[in-house]
């Protein structure tokens, strides 16, 4: 007789086992009809998996994010039963859910073109309307790899061997046609609706690596509703225009090469806006009580072993043997080099908290098809920091942390911030009663700021609690940026230590600090945040003077002298081109101010601004318009 709690408290008795249809039908129609899937006990199954013993249940809609991964999973398997229907022979190979939408990897000779998208979507279509239902099966491993060996699916093999041998090997059938999967899965195809859209086709080595064979992945999207699918398909649309590899071109900032893959080749303007970031965020931390440092691009293995980094990390870290045997790692994070200078001198508690900041450059290796712009690099700088304090300082500097990190964020254009806690692994280090400590320093942080979290239960690094900053942006898109993580590892593993006030040396509790995360990636977002009409403060180049034609060039460069005097970075363009087209140029620059000079401006000592994104325009003194533009710059800058 097991006995169900639902997540109000509620208590529900049966007197034989009970499934998840019958438990959405004793609580409601509506509920049993919106039923997808179900969780039992933390655990998501099917609706049709039988509960024989007491447990807590919660019926998953597609108002629940697990619900609307379910749609997705389903629908990327009535994906790869159409691609295999419209196209025999075609091999699989793994389709998850993902963010906003889902993918299939596929083995195929002939590469997929748009045509075969369309056509691939009115199959999943008509599957959907067939009602085909779902099955769950469980096989004997020995079965699994015969069968799919027999039939040609050699990657399903492999899937195969991978699954621990204490789990089950399932096979779910959407109608006759089967796919190698753990689930849960929604009843029938029916469920899923028909508010889905393929999207695109990439390339994508088989387990991400490139020694192996490039399959072909299609991705798509799908959601409960038609306006939902609208609403995310001008979302892309908006985020294509708004693509920051694009606006780096037309603002000329950078550029990448095959000579230097995932590194960035910065140009002046987009320099000058990585810089002013850089000067922004040191005059914010100097005000905080931060002492700038800069430790070794490259050191030596013993250290990064010591640290635990070698273990964990060493198949991301670029290594280089020198003539006398040595083993030295370009660094990958900065932390155990500011350990290092931590360790420089004895410490007291009177030095505690020791805040040490670093705009470190650090080298990861990426695979190459992971390799997006700004977004995904194999070479980027940290704005990192790392707080030394004692076990009681912990709760003050992680709210000084976040309010500063929620500062930032606010002068930079995102006020739509949302926080995520994760507390202790099962698998970590640190003594409970410090882990109790950091747990609730970090909570209270983040509740003293009244903003939206989200707790991601036994989600901690293996050496702390930790916050991550999601920053949304003008469009709806979430983008995890700053992080906070308490450390009760690496001082200990690196002999960082400190003189209490009763004489005893003792280990610091260790913060890491990062608030743009990476600055290149930051400035990705940014971009594509503004859509490349940055804040006056943050634009690289501010202004240019246009001439109506040449016989006024001598006045456009008092013009320009007078607004660089004044601090506003700003360019003339003399070329002999009418003037619109220069209006039009300078615009697809993104160039926030276009000061434009004719006879009359001349005449009257005053120019005529045109704002970026504005047709009005509106003339003024050249005094007035130097104190008036000067002080607007001056605002974040000071």
């Not at 890491?512 to 503004?530: D, K, Q, T």
């Not at 013009?559 to 363009?573: P, R, S, V």
């Given at each position: 007789m097991p006995e169900i709690k639902l997540p109000d408290g509620k208590k529900i008795q049966f007197s034989t086992t009970i499934n998840g249809f019958e438990i959405?039908?004793?609580?409601?129609?509506?509920?049993?009809?919106?039923?997808?899937?179900?969780?039992?006990?933390?655990?998501?199954?099917?609706?049709?998996?039988?509960?024989?013993?007491d447990s807590r249940v919660k019926i998953i809609t597609s108002k629940d994010q697990e619900g609307l991964d379910a749609i997705r999973h389903d629908t990327t398997h009535i994906m790869a039963m159409a691609v295999q229907k419209l196209f025999p022979g075609t091999k699989i190979a793994i389709?998850?859910?993902?963010?906003?939408?889902?993918?299939?990897?596929?083995?195929?000779?002939?590469?997929?073109?748009?045509?075969?998208?369309?056509?691939?979507?009115?199959?999943?279509?008509?599957?959907?309307?067939?009602?085909?239902?779902?099955?769950?099966?469980?096989?004997?491993?020995?079965?699994?790899?015969?069968?799919y060996k027999k039939i040609g699916e050699n990657y399903k093999v492999e899937l195969v061997d991978s699954i621990p041998e204490d789990q089950e090997v399932t096979i779910y059938y959407h109608g006759k046609w089967y796919d190698l999967c753990r689930g849960p899965h929604l009843v029938s195809t029916k469920k899923i609706g028909k508010y889905f859209k393929l999207t695109k086709v990439s390339g994508a080595y088989w387990r991400g690596d490139s020694n192996n064979e490039m399959l072909q992945r299609i991705y798509g999207t799908s959601w409960p509703s038609q306006k939902e699918l609208d609403e995310y398909l001008k979302r892309l649309e908006e985020a294509e225009k708004r693509d920051h590899r694009k606006l780096g071109k037309e603002m000329d900032l950078f550029h990448f090469r095959e000579e230097s893959p995932g590194a960035v080749f910065w140009h002046d303007k987009g320099w000058t806006l990585f810089q002013t970031l850089v000067d922004y965020m040191r005059q914010k931390q100097k005000k905080a009580g931060y002492k700038e440092i800069n430790t070794p691009e490259l050191l030596d293995k013993n250290l990064w072993e010591k640290s635990g980094h070698w273990e964990k990390f060493g198949e991301h870290m670029y290594t280089s043997e020198t003539p006398d045997k040595k083993v030295f790692a370009v660094k990958p994070m900065n932390c155990p080099g500011c350990v290092q200078v931590f360790n420089r001198g004895l410490k007291s508690y009177r030095d505690l908290p020791l805040k040490l900041s670093e705009f470190g450059k650090v080298h990861r290796y990426e695979p190459s098809g992971a390799l997006h712009g700004l977004l995904r690099v194999r070479a980027f700088t940290q704005d990192d920091a790392h707080i030394f304090c004692t076990e009681d300082q912990?709760?003050?500097?992680?709210?000084?942390?976040?309010?500063?990190?929620?500062?930032?964020?606010?002068?930079?254009?995102?006020?739509?911030?949302?926080?995520?806690?994760?507390?202790?692994?099962?698998?970590?280090?640190?003594?409970?009663?410090?882990?109790?400590?950091?747990?609730?320093?970090?909570?209270?942080?983040?509740?003293?700021?009244k903003l939206k979290y989200e707790i991601n239960k036994g989600e901690g690094a293996f050496y702390g609690p930790k916050i991550e900053f999601v920053l949304r942006d003008a469009i709806g898109r979430d983008w995890q940026c700053g992080t906070l993580q308490v450390d009760l590892n690496l001082p200990f593993r690196l002999g960082a230590s400190y003189v209490d006030r009763d004489g005893l040396k003792?280990?610091?509790?260790?913060?890491?600090?990062?608030?743009?995360?990476?600055?290149?990636?930051?400035?990705?977002?940014?971009?594509?945040?503004?859509?490349?009409k940055l804040p006056l403060w943050l634009s690289p180049l501010q202004a240019i003077v246009l001439p109506i034609s040449s016989e006024f060039d001598n006045y456009a460069k008092k013009?320009?002298?007078?607004?660089?005097?004044?601090?506003?970075?700003?360019?003339?363009?003399l070329k002999n081109q009418k003037i619109n087209y220069k209006i039009r140029e300078h615009s697809l620059s993104k160039i926030p101010l276009l000061l434009i000079c004719g006879e009359k401006e001349f005449k009257n000592e005053s120019v005529t601004i045109r704002r970026l994104g504005h047709e009005q325009q509106e003339t003024l003194s050249l005094q007035v318009a130097t104190d008036k533009i000067s002080k607007a710059n001056k605002i974040l800058k000071n």
């Open positions: 959405a039908n004793k609580i409601s129609k509506s509920l049993e009809k919106a039923a997808l899937i179900m969780e039992v006990d933390e655990e998501l199954k099917d609706l049709s998996h039988q509960i024989k013993k389709g998850p859910a993902i963010k906003d939408g889902f993918y299939y990897d596929f083995s195929r000779k002939e590469p997929f073109t748009p045509q075969d998208l369309e056509k691939i979507e009115k199959k999943m279509k008509e599957i959907v309307e067939k009602d085909e239902p779902t099955k769950r099966e469980v096989w004997e491993r020995k079965k699994a790899k015969d069968h912990i709760t003050e500097e992680c709210l000084t942390v976040t309010n500063l990190i929620l500062e930032i964020y606010k002068d930079l254009g995102f006020e739509n911030v949302l926080l995520k806690y994760s507390d202790r692994p099962e698998k970590r280090v640190g003594d409970d009663k410090v882990w109790d400590k950091s747990e609730e320093a970090l909570l209270k942080a983040i509740k003293q700021t003792k280990v610091p509790v260790m913060l890491h600090r990062a608030l743009f995360g990476s600055l290149e990636r930051f400035i990705g977002i940014l971009l594509e945040h503004y859509a490349g013009i320009y002298e007078q607004f660089t005097k004044a601090g506003i970075n700003t360019e003339m363009d």
